[in-house]
């Protein structure tokens, strides 16, 4: 069954280090997003893009890139990581003519 | 104003009791609506799916958009314990690559 899976689940870094998140999705779907999810905030947009060398800023973008090499794969890097920016990511997809997104089951990264 | 807002709740209810969830939005360019429901520790699924107006039901769960008041609710029939979930409203405009704006999200928990 196609699926999209996120990794790792847990991960605890230390303030200033890099930390990536992978994201990877087997439906075969153009489009893929970055979410992070913080009490009072819900669901807010980090990045997405809409295709391989596609990528754009959502509305909570500082601190974070990604680049879209291939059509499965969409990871988030944290080039300096920051205490605001514990929380938990969850990564998403659509198909090229559709606004239904499918989620992974987050990843919860905590910075000390 | 927030483009989406959500009954903060949490909210609590007997097993059995008819559920009303709402959101309300301030875009009357948004065209599609959508109910994603999400377990503790979980990503968000989607639950219900509708376009402009109306209502659509599926099984114990109905989703209504009045576009006229900018208002989107979910009513959950015959509530059961596995219906205790965050509930998240989403909206986006017309179009296969708009965003989702999302509600903040509310808590339901369904006493046996």
């Known amino acids: 069954d196609a699926e999209i899976t996120q990794s790792p689940r847990h991960k605890i870094t230390e303030t200033g280090r890099q930390v990536t998140l992978a994201c990877h999705q087997t439906w075969n779907h153009n489009n893929m997003f970055w979410y992070r999810q913080d009490l009072g905030h819900g669901l807010r947009l980090i990045h997405y893009?809409?295709?391989?060398?596609?990528?754009n800023k959502g509305e909570v973008s500082d601190g974070y890139s990604v680049s879209r090499s291939n059509t499965e794969d969409l990871p988030l890097t944290l080039e300096s990581a920051a205490s605001s920016q514990t929380s938990v990511y969850f990564c998403a997809s659509s198909g090229r003519l559709s606004n239904e997104q499918f989620f992974g089951p987050g990843t919860r990264l905590t910075v000390l | 104003q927030k483009e989406v807002e959500q009954d903060p709740g949490p909210l609590s209810v007997p097993e059995g009791a008819i559920v009303s969830l709402n959101c309300t939005y301030s875009n009357s360019a948004f065209q599609y609506f959508m109910w994603y429901r999400q377990y503790s520790r979980k990503g968000p699924e989607l639950l219900m799916y509708t376009y402009s107006s109306g209502n659509k039901e599926d099984g114990r769960f109905t989703a209504q958009v009045d576009k006229s008041s900018k208002y989107i609710s979910l009513f959950i029939r015959d509530s059961q314990p596995s219906d205790s979930a965050t509930y998240l409203c989403a909206t986006c405009f017309t179009g296969a690559n708009s965003k989702l704006t999302f509600g903040k999200g509310i808590t339901l928990s369904v006493r046996p």
């Open positions: 893009s809409y295709g391989v060398q596609d990528t």
